[in-house]
């Protein structure tokens, strides 16, 4: 069967991976860079990944389970380390219950509000719309508690805490399953669609109508130990990790597993056309300015909201408005090339005044600056250039005019970020027409979001074979 994927970002290059190992053809149109933001750009002598990166779920979830499955190798990851905020001093950012009680970040009478309402919470359940402010805005909370409760926001979400929901908050922090908030994304009308079958096989029928009907909180008090432990036991972090040789060896080790996809660099995918000429499999035809390339079924890993403008399937065009609706945030980062390292710990801090995550990648792999140099990545949301070098300078001493190396990226993290009322596309279109990537699934983050949203498109294509056959 021949495949044609629209983008060569982390989604449809492992997209292209199951894919070919399942004997099919494919060709992949990239219209920028393969690799999309899994990629390290060289910049005077350094390695620079798009964006401060950590890879979360390492130990059982889908990038390495799709790596394992039909990767030559798997990239070497380095433990993550720790997460730190910076206020006079660097202060591990509470997760447990036993971190949120002993914490000095916040005063003792927020701690006090903000554990009894995470029980009410975990003991009643809330909806899938509530906001982190909702469950806060009548505590009276101190400013300091507020910015941090803001910043762990825009960490999790690109949004502040009135744009960002709950749930998001909580499976973050591990409080709950990532699996179980799916039923309340993708049925909202409580009617569940039997076709929809890597839910049914992780999650029977059963459970997700109990799930929808209680609260998905409430799949903690009904048994999940694992969860609760989180929420009680300092157990965390040991999931993540940092590929030594930057981002770009996750692509990598992707791009050296493909055999026969051919890969179209530097054409945009500019109208995705049925083929009707065909009775029998009709088919699709991707025109890019200058080619145009046939194929039985379309993998669209590109951003969805711009689907209704390239092609007019009706099952795109009935889904306009909340395509065209979804919402992503923009980010800033800024790289810098230095004689001496103000970060020297494994792991990343964030700042509350002005929402920033902050790592030196060379503490993972020193390979990635030239000898006796380090590699410092600042990631904002919503901030000018001028506005993160000040901020920089001033929380770290770092003297912008000695700099080594300085380097701006302005990106789009996530396709959809997990925000208020998002709209998420569920991968399957129709038989022959998927959608992958960070709009496709609201689990997790980043590269392990696309690949979950992967692992559910090759279930459901794979079942559409079956039922061929
Ligand atoms: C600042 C920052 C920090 C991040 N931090 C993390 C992190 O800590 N952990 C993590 O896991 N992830 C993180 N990410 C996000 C992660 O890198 C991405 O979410 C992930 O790589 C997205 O993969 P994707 O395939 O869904 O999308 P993309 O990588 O965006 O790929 C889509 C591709 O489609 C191409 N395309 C678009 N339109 C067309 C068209 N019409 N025709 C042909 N090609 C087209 C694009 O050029 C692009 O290459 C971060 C990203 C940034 C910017």
Redesign the pocket.
Do not use: D, F
């Given at each position: 069967m021949k495949i044609g994927i629209?983008?060569?970002?982390?989604?449809?290059?492992l997209s292209a991976l199951a894919l070919e190992k399942m004997g099919h053809d494919i060709t992949v149109?990239?219209?920028?860079?393969?690799?999309?933001?899994?990629r390290s750009e060289y910049v005077q002598g350094y390695t620079v990944d798009?964006?401060?990166?950590?890879?979360?779920m390492l130990n059982d979830g889908p990038l390495i389970n799709l790596l394992k499955r039909y990767a030559r190798y798997i990239p070497n990851f380095k433990p993550y380390g720790d997460y730190y905020i910076r206020l006079d001093k660097l202060y591990n950012i509470p997760v447990s219950m036993q971190e949120w009680t002993t914490t000095s970040i916040i005063p003792n009478r927020d701690k006090v509000l903000i554990i009894s309402r995470m029980i009410d919470l975990i003991t009643s359940g809330f909806s899938k719309d509530t906001s982190v402010y909702q469950v806060i805005e009548d505590m009276n909370l101190s400013e300091i508690s507020l910015k941090f409760l803001n910043t762990i926001c825009y960490f999790l979400s690109g949004e502040d805490m009135r744009k960002t929901p709950l749930w998001r908050l909580f499976t973050g922090a591990g409080y709950i399953p990532e699996d179980d908030i799916l039923p309340f994304i993708y049925y909202e009308d409580l009617k569940i669609n039997p076709l929809k079958t890597v839910l049914f096989k992780r999650i029977n029928r059963e459970r997700i109508k109990k799930i929808l009907k209680e609260g998905f909180l409430h799949s903690i008090k009904s048994g999940s130990k694992k969860y609760l432990n989180k929420f009680i036991k300092k157990s965390r972090y040991w999931t993540q990790g940092y590929p030594l040789g930057g981002?770009q060896s996750i692509c990598n080790s992707i791009l050296y597993s493909l055999d026969r996809t051919e890969i179209v660099q530097g054409?945009?995918?500019?109208e995705i056309a049925q083929y009707r000429e065909r009775e029998e499999n009709p088919g699709y035809i991707l025109y890019?300015q200058d080619n145009s390339y046939y194929c039985d079924v379309v993998v669209y890993?590109?951003?969805s909201r711009?689907l209704p403008d390239?092609t007019d399937l009706p099952e795109i065009q009935e889904r306009r408005d909340r395509l065209k609706g979804i919402k992503f945030t923009k980010?800033l980062?800024v790289w810098i090339g230095y004689h001496e390292n103000p970060l020297p710990y494994l792991g990343s801090e964030i700042w509350i005044d002005h929402p920033c995550?902050a790592t030196c990648v060379t503490n993972y792999d020193k390979s990635l600056a030239p000898p006796g140099k380090h590699l410092l990545g600042f990631?904002f949301v919503n901030t000018k250039r001028e506005e993160a070098l000040s901020v920089i300078q001033e929380k770290l001493s770092i003297d912008i005019d000695r700099t080594h190396m300085l380097h701006f990226?302005e990106?789009?993290?996530?396709?959809a970020s997990c925000v208020v009322g998002q709209y998420f596309l569920y991968p399957k279109i129709r038989e022959d027409f998927y959608v992958?990537?960070?709009d496709a699934d609201p689990r997790?983050?980043?590269?392990?979001?696309?690949a979950y949203?992967v692992q559910v498109m090759l279930s459901e294509f794979e079942r559409s074979q079956k039922n061929k056959d």
């Open positions: 629209v983008g060569g970002g982390t989604s449809g290059l149109i990239e219209k920028n860079k393969i690799g999309g933001l899994c798009i964006g401060v990166h950590a890879i979360t981002i054409e945009e995918v500019v890019t890993s590109a951003p711009y390239i980010s980062t995550w990631s990226q990106c789009i993290p996530e396709q992958v990537g960070t997790s983050m980043g590269i392990t979001r696309a949203s």
